[in-house]
T-cell receptor
Framework: TQLLEQSPQFLSIQEGENLTVYCNSS?????LQWYRQEPGEGPVLLVT?????EVKKLKRLTFQFGDARKDSSLHITAAQPGDTGLYLC????????????FGQGTRLTINP | ETGVTQTPRHLVMGMTNKKSLKCEQH?????MYWYKQSAKKPLELMFV???????ENNSVPSRFSPECPNSSHLFLHLHTLQPEDSALYLC?????????????FGQGTRLTVV
């Protein structure tokens, strides 16, 4: 059974600080996605990484896929209250979205 | 409307009731999914429909009954639920066969069983 472990599970920091969220597995994934979910809403796709070592940037968010395609990280620079939410990583295999494996999420709170 | 739309957004039902959740996707995708999201648990995949055929049923109790009449619509029929079935139920869609692993989610239905 493929599992994705996210850490930390909860993170509360002040506006302007930097943070990193990790997503780790012992399994290899063909791709890895990051979603953000706000209370009462569904997850919204932020990025997909598919190549080992790949780095993608989305404004103040930097996503990296591990060289072995078993792990990923999300780094936020100068966090803002609007970054508050539940961040989910999801690993995809040969069957694509039909077999997405989700981590348990990191609940991030940015305090003004 | 665009994306994936779920109705109702909130539902409170008794254990003897029968209700249905509806999902509609406007993305032209050929696969649709039901997920359950409970507190402190990862998203749990319940059902997968690909090209309108059910291809996955992750040991979901029979009190949950999915229906996919066409590639744009997905229903989840509920009957004689238990309080532990209270959760956020999420619908998602994707394009199978394109090489993409991306799923696009609806806003969810918050279900409370009393």
């Amino acid at each position: 059974t493929q599992l994705l472990e996210q850490s930390p599970q909860f993170l509360s920091i002040q506006e302007g600080e930097n943070l990193t969220v990790y997503c780790n597995s012992s399994s290899v994934f063909s791709s890895l996605q990051w979603y953000r979910q706000e209370p009462g809403e569904g997850p919204v796709l932020l990025v997909t990484v598919v190549t080992g070592g790949e780095v993608k940037k989305l404004k103040r968010l930097t996503f990296q896929f591990g060289d072995a395609r078993k792990d990923s990280s999300l780094h936020i620079t100068a966090a803002q209250p609007g970054d508050t939410g539940l961040y989910l990583c999801a690993g995809g295999g040969a069957r694509g979205a039909q077999k997405l494996v989700f981590g348990q999420g990191t609940r991030l709170t940015i305090n003004p | 409307e665009t994306g994936v739309t779920q109705t109702p957004r909130h539902l409170v039902m008794g254990m003897t009731n029968k209700k249905s959740l509806k999902c509609e996707q406007h993305l032209g995708h050929n696969a649709m999914y039901w997920y359950k999201q409970s507190a402190k648990k990862p998203l749990e995949l319940m059902f997968v429909y690909s090209l309108e055929e059910r291809v996955e049923n992750n040991s979901v109790p029979s009190r949950f009954s999915p229906e996919c009449p066409n590639s744009s619509h997905l229903f989840l029929h509920l009957h004689t639920l238990q309080p532990e079935d209270s959760a956020l139920y999420l619908c998602a869609s994707s394009q199978v066969g394109s090489g993409s692993t991306e799923a696009f989610f609806g806003q969810g239905t918050r279900l409370t069983v009393v």
